[in-house]
């Protein structure tokens, strides 16, 4: 199984960016996925996560209104839309996989998660 996250970068406050997980190995329409970040000394927290069907999301508060996950069962494909950046937001980012195929719960320890990507970095400025 391999999660290959991309699209972070750096960006100035306010902006935007679009980070994807592809996903190849597994039936990826058959689970839920959830998007981590990991700022330097602080702990891997849920930033945002789906279920495998797409009916459920859930949203940190910190990120609520402004991040937008997304899938697409076609290209076994997870999405984090990220707008309205800001420095805070800054860390590493991690896409990764739960245990349980066709789950209708959220997942939010990164415990309950089996499969991650490298990683991505993403770098907001004043």
């Known amino acids: 199984v391999q999660l290959q996250a991309s699209g972070g970068g750096l960006v100035q406050a306010g902006g935007s960016l679009r980070l994807s997980c592809a996903v190849s190995?597994?039936?990826?329409?058959?689970?839920?996925m959830g998007w981590f970040r990991q700022a330097p000394g602080k702990e891997r927290d849920l930033v945002a996560a789906?279920?495998?069907?797409?009916?459920?999301?859930y949203y940190a508060d910190p990120v609520n209104g402004r991040f937008a996950i997304s899938r697409d069962n076609a290209k076994n494909t997870v999405y984090l839309q990220m707008n309205s950046l800001k420095p805070e937001d800054t860390a590493v980012y991690y896409c990764?996989?739960?245990?349980?195929?066709?789950?209708?719960?959220?997942?939010?320890?990164?415990?309950?998660?089996?499969?991650w990507g490298q990683g991505t970095q993403v770098t907001v400025f004043q």
């Open positions: 789906v279920t495998w069907s797409g009916r459920s999301t």
């Open positions: 990764a996989a739960p245990v349980g195929a066709f789950s209708n719960r959220i997942y939010y320890l990164p415990n309950e998660y089996i499969y």
């Open positions: 190995g597994l039936t990826f329409s058959r689970f839920g």
